[in-house]
């Protein structure tokens, strides 16, 4: 087990600056996920931890010391990629001994090990077969099995599940977790899949463009983006995103957007930094309820809602509504009745939304 920090770190390639003075503490035994688009400096960041790629600048420090001199194979991390990297000439079991060989441990050692590793992967009956004789998901936890022989004291994960179909995806992502739980090993975990990020993290580092724009809890960063990209980037369906205006009217604000005015409750989270002017509303799709589903009885937050298009989950429906000239989506159990064209009656709930600088996308 092992701490990382990140101090200052800055990443170019010739003239393209990838990571710009990132500061990161990640914390001994910590499940620490990082998300953002692609190209956003993910796999660098991991690649620079492993020693596999140069910092520009800055320094990383693994247990408190500084790493720039130590050679990639003295920094006891296992890497594991999205593309297994077997190597296709050895059997699973050479596969998985392969690290071990390399560090002259003794050839009973080996067996126990990697038996012992087989069987908590599940792998143990193929043993004996080539990679090519494997499925994907069966190639996948062999890879995670040859890093879980070596017991490095860090774990670095780049897109290990994004070959794998969405049911093994699943069952993966919760076998990874439960590793961690039983090795207690630091993991940096990379991955441009919200799921797997709030499912899987500690905390999680959300990245864009070479920075990280929120560090937080799973529940933090869905019940708190700080910014618009994490509040666009972490949910789905994704948060609605509505223009309009800040209206003070003696002592109450008002939110104006088209047609649509809505009253903000002064015990609002925002309500002391809400001035007159233009901003962005940002409403998670569960917030808006249907009328018969909803305790608020109050008439200022209840809307006829046209429903323009339906998407059917099965336990769940994804609508696509018009209210009063704006376009919003929301999310609805199976219980409510929709029809394309009809209208319903639904309910904003005002308490739950979010006000962003309508230039920077920063929370107010
Ligand atoms: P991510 O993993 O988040 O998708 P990467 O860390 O792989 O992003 O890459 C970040 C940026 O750095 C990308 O624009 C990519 O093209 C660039 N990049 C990565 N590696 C190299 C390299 N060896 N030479 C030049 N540019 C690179
Ligand atoms: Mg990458």
Known sequence: MASIQFENISKSFGDTKVLKNINLEIKEGE????????????????RMIAGLENVTSGEILIDGKYVKDVDPSKRDIAMVFQ????????????????????RKVSKQEINQKVN????????????????????????????????IVREPKIFLFDEPLSNLDAKLRQEMRVEIKKLHSLLKTTMVYVTHDQTEALTMGDRIAVMKDGEIVQLDSPQNLYDSPQNQFVASFIGSPQMNFISGEIIELNNQKLFKAKEIEL?????HHQFKKLNSGHV?????PEHIYDQYFSEIENDQSKFKAKTVFLENLGASFIAHLEVKGVSLVAQFNRNTKLEIDKDMKVIIDMMQSYFYDIKSGELL
């Open 83 to 102: 593309n297994y990297a077997l190597y296709p000439h050895m059997s699973i079991f050479e596969n998985m001994a392969f690290g071990l060989k390399l």
């Open 263 to 267: 009253l903000i409750d002064s015990r």
């Open 280 to 284: 962005t509303m940002g409403l998670r």
């Open 116 to 147: 012992e590793v087989a069987k908590l992967l599940k792998i143990e009956s193929y043993l004996d077969k080539k990679p090519k004789e494997l499925s994907g998901g069966q190639r996948q936890r062999v890879a995670l099995g040859r890093a």
């Open 31 to 46: 499940f620490l996920v990082l998300i953002g688009p692609s190209g956003c400096g993910k796999s660098t960041s991991l």
